[in-house]
């Protein structure tokens, strides 16, 4: 069964040469979103991503590399769909917990980046996405959570 290491490294060829928003590598968006997760499966996820929707892979293939299908699932959820608004998007994410958990990061860390950019009507929609969907995943989290400990 694949490992965190192999996790990084899968993710780390599928954005090699990549460069995020912020001007740094775009591998190292998906380790600071890894790193605000503690559960070896969200920290596989948070790493990964990205690689089906910017990196060029598909499900398959991490499936064939031996990652679980809980992981890939979730991968496939957490890949944006050229069809969907980002609140449609959001709506599926928190069909399942663990796209949900990683999802809930990465709004975070991008949060972080476009709050650090220069202020233009497209980083306040942003921002205003992040803020409602930063709330929509609180709520279905703090939900799960309620009914995982009440089972």
């Known amino acids: 069964m694949p490992t965190l290491a192999i ?13 995020g928003e912020d001007g740094d590598p ?15 499966d969200e920290r596989q996820v948070a790493m990964l991503h990205d690689v089906i929707e910017d990196g060029g892979m598909h499900a398959q293939q991490l499936l064939e590399i031996g990652f ?8 496939e959820i957490l890949t944006g769909r050229p069809d969907e608004t980002y609140d449609e998007y959001i709506q599926r994410v928190i069909q399942m917990p663990l796209a949900a958990r990683v999802k809930q990061a990465d709004v975070e860390e991008h ?8 202020a233009s009507p497209e ?6 996405n992040y803020a409602s969907a930063r709330q929509v995943l609180a709520d279905f989290l703090a939900q799960s959570t309620t009914v995982a400990t009440a089972q």
């Open 111 to 118: 949060a972080r980046v476009v709050g650090n950019l220069p």
């Open 26 to 40: 775009e591998i190292l968006h998906c380790m600071r979103v890894m790193l605000r997760l503690l559960a070896e």
């Open 68 to 75: 679980t299908r809980d992981v890939v699932q979730a991968v």
């Open 123 to 128: 980083q306040t929609k942003r921002m205003n």
């Open 7 to 19: 996790a990084i490294e899968t993710a780390a060829r599928a954005h090699a040469a990549r460069i």
